[in-house]
């Protein structure tokens, strides 16, 4: 299940989202926000990172103006590895190399067309699940193993 977020200034992005994933059958849980009433995009991050923390949900999509706010706020949290991506050979190595949980976008950035190809590519690319990989996606949050 795909846990979704954003804020005033990714909703547009996200009603594209939000039809791709409706039409490809796609589950997700919308945390919102759900009009471009100005709200505070950390507030999104942390619903789709409980979301993910709990188990309820596997991955997340979050979306802000730059997509930078909600990246930062969302990799405050253990376990969580957000990822901002503005083209799909990003959104394939994050998945492949770091196993990113959370794809984060820039409305005000990135179009609707390269968006929704964006997070296609995001869910349709597994961990590579290469030992170097894993060992380095540990290391981001158990610093102390690297002696
Ligand atoms: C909201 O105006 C804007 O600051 C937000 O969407 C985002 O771009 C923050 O990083």
């Known amino acids: 299940m795909l846990a979704l977020g954003c804020d005033q200034g990714g909703y547009s992005l996200m009603q594209e989202v939000i039809k791709y994933l409706d039409e490809k059958g796609i589950e997700y849980k919308n945390c919102g926000t759900f009009s471009e009433d100005p709200v505070d995009y950390p507030v999104y991050a942390r619903k789709v990172v409980k979301e993910i923390q709990s188990g309820a949900c596997d991955k997340g999509i979050l979306i802000c103006g730059t997509g930078i ?43 609707p067309g390269l968006g929704v190809k964006i997070v296609e590519t995001f869910l349709n690319t ?16 158990e610093p102390g193993e690297d002696e």
Not at 80 to 105: P, Q
Not at 126 to 141: N, Q, T
């Open 126 to 141: 597994p961990f590579s699940g290469a030992e170097r990989h894993a060992r380095r996606v540990r290391l981001i949050d």
């Open 69 to 111: 706010g909600i990246s930062i706020a969302a990799n405050r949290y253990k376990g969580i590895r957000a990822a901002l991506c503005g083209d799909c050979f990003s959104a394939e190595a994050t998945r492949l190399h770091n196993d990113a949980n959370i794809l984060a976008m820039g409305a005000r950035v990135t179009g």
